[in-house]
């Protein structure tokens, strides 16, 4: 399936087609998402933007195939990924998704070292591979040397760069990031988002982030709005 991009014949990494979602039934029902559509190039790195509760969440989570939609369907390299069965789903976000949260969520007594291979060990990493990958991970966001330090050890920044390590330490082809620098700095916010542009100029990744910080959408390739339910791509 080839879909025009941009004036381009590229198949969309993943791509949502008539996405609804809808929360509760009845006068109670809350429609987060109306007949929403995307396409994602690969090799991007693009922003989400709305308001509070705009659906930007979850977007990202049916993208990640955390969530199925109420309707429409969700396509990763032109395969419905809601047409396959939860052992499926499970296996493509092991081995071809990463995803990176607002909160750090790492493991407070490992070390940055142990937290990414603990990561790659879920991946199902063979143990042969899994030093190899973790230390590459690391020295990528520049954490090398402060991969034995522990997260209370380290400033914001550096622990949000822990997380970015392992979500790409088992080589994904896609990023998925929910408000990575929301809890950081302006500083600390744009060594993430110069990580973000390293990984898609030198690694090909494909990287999608929520935020509400208009210095990040100056960075990004591309930004689309979600307004009432729908996505409108900006120039």
Known sequence: MTIPYRGMDIEPIIEAVGITRTFGKGTA??????GANLRIAPGRLVA??????SGKTTLLNMLGSLDRPTEGAIYF???????????????????????????FALVPYMSAY??????????????????????????FVGLKPRMKHRPFEMSGGEQQ????????AHRPSLLLADEPTAELDSRMGLQVMKVFK???????????LTTHDPA??????QVYALEDGHIVEEA
Not at 48 to 53: I, Q, T
Not at 123 to 134: C, P, Q, T
Not at 161 to 168: C, F, L, Q, T
Not at 198 to 208: C, G, N, Y
């Open 29 to 34: 029902a809350v429609h987060a998402l109306r």
């Open 48 to 53: 989400l933007k709305g308001r509070s509760g």
């Open 77 to 103: 390299n032109g395969h419905e990924l809601t047409g396959w069965s939860d052992k499926q789903r499970n296996e493509w976000r092991r081995t071809q998704l990463g995803l990176i949260f607002q909160s």
């Open 114 to 139: 142990e937290n990414v291979e603990f990561g790659l060990r879920i991946a199902g990493v063979a143990s042969s591979k899994r030093r190899d990958y973790a230390e590459q991970a690391l020295d």
């Open 161 to 168: 760069r822990v997380a970015i390590a392992r979500a790409i």
């Open 198 to 208: 390293d990984l898609v100029q030198q690694e090909k990744m494909t990287i999608i």
């Open 216 to 221: 990040i959408m100056e960075i990004v390739d």
